[in-house]
């Protein structure tokens, strides 16, 4: 169930998925890991009119990344706390 995973993060615990996954990336994959964020929230916030939620979006998108469905979920789900705009 895609809605067990929602989980609202606080500034230091996003800080700290933030550092984990620093450590764990390379910078190019992190660059592209923060574009597909913004983008499967664009794509989200506009699900009343294109049916694309977070599930349906993440159903299609995952499957080619190697990155774990709980991290990518709580990335869209917190992006401001783990992307601020000044990054």
């Known amino acids: 169930e895609w809605s067990q995973t929602h989980q609202t993060l606080?500034?230091?615990?996003?800080?700290?998925?933030?550092?984990?996954?620093e450590a764990a990336m390379p910078a190019t994959h992190?660059?592209?890991?923060?574009v597909l964020s913004r983008l499967v929230c664009s794509i989200t916030a506009h699900a009343d009119v294109n049916?694309?939620?977070?599930?349906?979006?993440?159903?299609?998108?995952l499957p080619s990344m190697k990155v774990p469905t709980v991290v990518f979920i709580r990335i869209v789900q917190n992006l401001d706390l783990m992307y601020p705009s000044t990054q």
């Open 10 to 21: 606080d500034t230091a615990t996003a800080t700290e998925y933030r550092q984990m996954l």
């Open 51 to 61: 049916k694309m939620t977070t599930e349906n979006v993440l159903t299609c998108l």
């Open 30 to 34: 992190l660059a592209v890991l923060r």
